[in-house]
């Protein structure tokens, strides 16, 4: 029982900072066009100069 004085608070601190990786993609606009992403990969067309 003694470990669980240990997983438990490791297991929240790697909750909090996947949590804290997340809102930093969304803050960061990493999800804004998922759906023009997908489809850019599958064109034969090379972009040298991807958008911002």
Partial sequence: ???LS???P???????I???AFVWA???KQF???AGDANRILTK???D????
């Fill in 32 to 34: 804004d066009d998922p």
């Fill in 49 to 52: 100069h991807p958008r911002p």
């Fill in 6 to 8: 240990f997983l438990i």
């Fill in 45 to 47: 067309d090379w972009d």
């Fill in 10 to 16: 490791i297991s929240l601190i790697l909750g909090g």
């Fill in 18 to 20: 996947g949590l804290a």
């Fill in 26 to 28: 969304i803050r960061t």
């Fill in 1 to 3: 029982m003694e470990i």
